[in-house]
């Protein structure tokens, strides 16, 4: 408690303490660990000092929470329905968009030349790493409660997204089968990023490229091409849900 409250009011990085308590409702102990959020690897090269560590923990920590928040909020739905639903809150999109709405990108600090490729992630990723270090800062249950009073019952509408088709392969497949023309995703290029294997992948119609995607699986890649896909040739309108 008395290290609470020196982090509150005395502490050199009692705004750091202040933000994390107003959006997490969490009085942070280890200041260190938030710190530490906000240091991208782009200007913080030392993995002791960067956030990618805590941005892997709090990327299973997150997947676990979430889980359990939709195996109890949907009883009596099977397996296939709570994978999707899930992958649908933890998706890039979504967590950006979350990442987003908490500011955390106005605190992060990272060397802006050279970002194009990545800096559209910055919000999901520095997300991550911030439920990771409220994991090892404060414990599980805390982190749990965070993440489905603030995030789940706040910063995302579950059940909007229950609705939702984010299918996009099928939805594409669907459309180009009926126009009797092929289609096919191709893996353009596979690199490590974030120490993670990161795929980006072309889909082509007719032995034409389209659109591409990107994602730290080929699965997620081909629905990210397929989005743009559906998007760039305005097929958003003809395209069944």
Do not use: W
Not at 87 to 107: A, P, Q
Not at 147 to 153: E, G, N, S, Y
Request: with cysteine; glycine share 8%; aromatic share 10%.
């Amino acid at each position: 408690m008395i290290k609470k409250l020196y982090n509150q009011l005395l502490s050199s990085d009692k705004e750091i303490a202040q933000y994390v308590k107003g959006i997490t409702g969490i009085m942070p102990v280890n200041l260190k660990l938030y710190n530490q959020v906000f240091k991208h690897r782009s200007k913080y090269n030392e993995p002791k000092d960067n956030n990618e560590r805590l941005e892997l923990l709090g990327d299973a920590i997150l997947d676990s929470i979430v889980c359990e928040f939709l195996y109890r909020k949907y009883p009596y739905k099977e397996e296939g329905f709570i994978t999707e639903l899930r992958s649908k809150i933890v998706n890039r999109k979504s967590l950006n968009e979350v990442g987003e709405r908490l500011g955390l990108v106005e605190k992060l600090k990272f060397n802006r030349k050279g970002m194009t490729d990545i800096s559209r992630d910055l919000g999901g990723n520095t997300f991550e790493a911030l439920v990771g270090a409220v994991y090892l800062d404060a414990g599980f249950d805390k982190t749990k409660r965070f993440i489905q009073k603030r995030v789940l019952q706040g910063l995302i509408d579950v059940d909007e997204l229950e609705t939702t088709n984010s299918d996009y392969k099928s939805r594409i497949f669907h459309y180009i089968q009926k126009e009797g023309k092929t289609i096919e995703f191709k893996v353009m290029e596979e690199k490590a990023r974030n120490r993670r294997a990161y795929f980006i992948i072309s889909l082509e119609i007719n032995g034409k490229s389209v659109a591409t995607g990107e994602g730290y699986s080929k699965k997620t890649a081909e629905q990210n091409a397929a989005m743009n896909a559906i998007k760039l040739l305005g097929l958003d309108d003809k395209v069944e849900a």
